[in-house]
């Protein structure tokens, strides 16, 4: 099991019913969606913040850096908006960088109400949950299966950087490059074959199109959903007075 996993399953939340974690941190990311910036997407990152790292107890080295990864993408994709091609010289755009804090400001915001709810919720408990909301079997045994592939090949890709480290594969900037495209080529390879083993031990494991897991149905408290509900509704409020 990878760090996020074991998080998820070990945190003081884990064992609480998904359909008060659902309504927590979806209710948060609709908010993110519907309150203007930047009070209201302060107050969910506070709240997912205090919600992941203070009554989950999900460590903080784990926590921190699932919510800051992101953020490499986030700059990446504002460039577009913030710079301007005029007469062959980049030049800042003002509305585009209006444009551009906003969505960062929103995107910050939704991904803190995602990635707490998988620090705190189980893989095997979401599914659980969606097979009995109705979720169709064959999608709930595409999403286990790519999610197992996932995890795979992230341990294999980990394991792939430390054996170029341990060859000094990365000594130069000119192996470096060399080394990362055969980590790339070598992960496409074993991606193909990983995911036709895993489709058949599924297969072994349940009818094809059927994903079993061993997840119970824990009754929802009523006190914490008019908890839940006062906490998401006071976001958006103070989000939309600001």
């Known amino acids: 099991m990878n760090p996020l996993e074991l998080a998820a399953a070990h945190n003081r939340w884990s064992d609480r019913p998904v359909a008060e974690k659902l309504l927590l941190f979806g209710g948060l990311l609709v908010a993110a969606l519907l309150v203007p910036p930047p009070v209201g997407h302060a107050a969910i ?111 294999t890709t980990r394991t792939l950087r430390q054996a170029h480290d341990l060859r000094l594969g990365h000594r130069t900037a000119r192996a470096a490059i060399t080394s990362v495209g055969t980590q790339f080529a070598t992960v496409f390879v074993l991606a193909l074959s990983r995911a036709r083993a895993i489709d058949d031990a599924m297969a072994l494991r349940a009818e094809r199109g059927e994903t079993a897991v061993l997840a119970p149905a824990r009754p929802v408290s009523a006190a914490r959903l008019v908890v839940i509900t006062v906490v998401v509704g006071a976001v958006v409020a103070v989000g939309m007075a600001a």
């Open 45 to 155: 990152l506070a709240v997912c913040c205090v919600c992941g790292l203070v009554l989950a107890r999900v460590p903080a080295r784990v926590y921190l850096p699932a919510l800051l990864a992101p953020a490499v993408f986030l700059a990446l994709g504002v460039g577009p908006l913030v710079w301007d091609l005029v007469g062959g010289r980049l030049v800042v755009d003002p509305t585009g960088v209006d444009a551009a804090w906003r969505a960062v400001s929103r995107a910050i915001a939704a991904t803190a109400a995602t990635v707490t709810l998988a620090c705190t919720t189980p893989a095997a408990d979401l599914l659980a949950a969606g097979r009995r909301a109705g979720l169709p079997a064959p999608l709930a045994h595409v999403v286990d299966t790519t999610y197992r592939l996932v995890g795979i090949l992230v341990g």
